[in-house]
């Protein structure tokens, strides 16, 4: 009884383990994937700069930024 008892243990503790590592590593991934999100939208801004009209260009940049962190939900 005792060792079975331990063995449950065991493997409730093993799958707590895993299920820790598993949601930390979905935090990581979301995170690399928003860093990206933001970094396009820098490169997508200095683009506007040379664009013939900047505000619609940023406010596009804007639109991209949110889909992209959509996607990376």
């Known amino acids: ?4 008892l331990i063995v449950s243990l065991l ?3 093993a799958a707590v383990g895993v299920w820790s590592l598993a949601t ?3 935090d990581i991934d979301a995170s690399d994937c928003e860093n990206a999100c933001y970094d396009q939208k820098e490169e997508c801004i200095t683009v506007c700069g040379e664009h013939a009209n900047p505000v619609e260009c940023e406010e596009s940049c ?3 930024l ?3 962190l959509r996607r990376c939900g």
């Open 1 to 4: 009884m005792r060792r079975s």
């Open 11 to 13: 493997a409730a503790a």
């Open 24 to 26: 930390t590593a979905q």
């Open 62 to 64: 804007d639109d991209r």
């Open 66 to 68: 949110e889909d992209c």
